[in-house]
């Protein structure tokens, strides 16, 4: 089926490692996204990509590092966790007409 | 920046009730409105996408308004199920990125 893939779905991270949430999508889209969610914070957005090539800061950018590596993957990194990082991670595309296409998230728990 | 409020924040409804979800925004410049739902712990499903020239979409028991120079957008749900419990999130697009509202949450009592 065509969509966003995000992997891994859950991980538990010790407080200073590093890790990489992956994210794929196969409907040609330009544009994607990391969001994250919080209890009462509703989505906020981490960074974007408009197109190959280009990354964009969000909302809430500090501690993170994406890449666009290519027009199907966007990669965002945390190079040194901390717990304030425990949250759902969601990643989304959006193409020409508009409209997102939401992955099914990654459940990251830093302790 | 755009502000996003969807009123109220949980709603409880018995089976078969027809009932109107609410979402508001504040800068009318936007290209286009969509409506989610979210299961727990769940991703979020698109349900309506609304286009800023459009005033409403439709999608079975589903119907969305938008009225831009208000600011407003409406989520009708049609003879309510308990399969509709959820929350539903509505986001903006002002062209740069989506805002979204915190949503509601939705419980449809059998």
């Known amino acids: 089926n065509a969509g966003v893939t995000q992997t891994p779905k859950f991980q538990v991270l010790k407080t200073g490692q590093s890790m990489t949430l992956q994210c794929a999508q196969d409907m040609n889209h330009n544009s994607m996204y990391w969001y994250r969610q919080d209890p009462g914070m509703g989505l906020r957005l981490i960074y974007y990509?408009?197109?190959?090539?280009?990354?964009d800061k969000g909302e809430v950018p500090n501690g993170y590092n994406v890449s666009r590596l290519n027009k199907r993957e966007f990669s965002l990194r945390l190079e040194s966790a901390a717990p304030s990082q425990t949250s759902v991670y969601f990643c989304?595309?959006?193409?020409?007409?508009?409209?997102?296409?939401f992955g099914s998230g990654t459940r990251l728990t830093v302790v | 920046k755009q502000e996003v409020t969807q009123i109220p924040a949980a709603l409880s409804v018995p089976e078969g009730e027809n009932l109107v979800l609410n979402c508001s925004f504040t800068?009318?410049?936007?290209?286009?409105l969509q409506w989610f739902r979210q299961d727990p712990g769940k991703g979020l499903t698109s349900l309506l996408l609304?286009?800023?020239?459009?005033r409403e979409q439709t999608s079975g028991r589903l119907n969305a308004s938008l009225d831009k120079s208000s600011g407003r957008s409406t989520l009708y749900i049609a003879a309510s199920q308990p399969g509709d419990s959820a929350t539903y999130l509505c986001a903006v697009d002002t062209g740069n990125q989506f805002y979204f509202g915190t949503g509601t949450s939705l419980t449809v009592i059998p």
């Open positions: 989304a595309s959006s193409g020409q007409f508009g409209g997102y296409t």
């Open positions: 800068d009318s410049a936007i290209y286009n």
């Open positions: 609304i286009q800023s020239s459009q």
């Open positions: 990509s408009a197109s190959e090539g280009t990354t």
